[in-house]
């Protein structure tokens, strides 16, 4: 629920530059009504009776909010073994492995692999939430008004842009550190070394840091477009001081 704060804080914001920037915008969006009351000060009243910075700081809480929800999904154990759009399954240039290796009776032991492969995910997935809030301070009002008028996962494009190469470069330590503590890596080593001694094989050389780090972020986004979606319908609950401000409902 506190995830769908932030497109309704979007909306204010984006209100208000928009009225700057002589843009158009319609009186409602997601079954929120939006403010009327405008003006081109930066330091008075911004959105609603707002200040501009209150109102960007409403956006930045509601939108930390949201993203925070994603990341503690995916870091949370079964956050991606058990959640079939992000689970990390066998490496695709070793289906033909894990299939041999299933056909000798090994089956238990590739699944064992697969497990510890999600495992290493979800606890390198604890280091994406700093990323992303540092981010998300990072927003400008073209940023907003971009999000506000884009696509369905138009926050979810600006984040890809703007953390993929920071999340790979803190991923890969930390991936190499969880697959090792997960024992990720001993069970491929393991398994690729049983395939590759087989007659007529390809030896397989999987860089399994890279695949899982590389499924790992794209999962973390999988979940953060997800987020974004049910946001853009659903602009409920407003569980903060500020953001009752920003919504023009506190006090009342």
């Given at each position: 629920m506190k995830s769908r704060l932030f497109l309704a804080a979007i909306t204010l914001v984006g209100f208000g530059h928009a009225a700057h920037a002589q843009f158009k915008l319609p009186t409602s969006l997601g079954g929120l009504k939006?403010?009327?009351?405008?003006?081109?000060?930066?330091?008075?009243?911004?959105?609603?009776?707002?200040?501009?910075?209150?109102?960007?700081?409403?956006?930045?809480?509601a939108l930390i909010q949201g993203i925070s929800k994603g990341s503690d999904q995916a870091s949370a154990v079964d956050g991606f073994n058990l959640n079939k759009f992000i689970r990390i399954p066998f490496p695709p240039d070793a289906q033909k492995m894990a299939t041999t290796l299933r056909s000798i009776g090994l089956g238990s032991q590739v699944d064992k692999f697969e497990l510890s492969l999600n495992r290493g995910a979800e606890d390198a997935a604890k280091s994406a939430k700093p990323i992303f809030i540092n981010a998300i301070k990072q927003l400008t009002f073209t940023d907003v008004w971009n999000i506000l008028t884009g696509q369905k996962d138009a926050a979810t494009q600006y984040l890809k842009r703007t953390t993929t190469a920071q999340l790979t470069t803190a991923f890969q330590p930390i991936m190499q550190q969880s697959l090792d503590k997960v024992d990720a890596t001993k069970y491929y080593t393991s398994l690729s070394s049983t395939y590759n001694k087989l007659p007529l094989v390809t030896p397989v050389q999987t860089d399994l840091n890279a695949y899982a780090t590389g499924k790992a972020i794209d999962g973390l986004f999988t979940l953060i477009a997800q987020e974004e979606a049910d946001i853009r319908e659903n602009p409920v609950a407003r569980t903060t001081s500020l953001l009752k401000k920003v919504f023009g409902i506190g006090g009342k």
């Open positions: 939006l403010p009327t009351k405008t003006t081109t000060s930066s330091s008075s009243t911004g959105v609603g009776g707002l200040t501009n910075t209150e109102a960007a700081n409403g956006l930045k809480e």
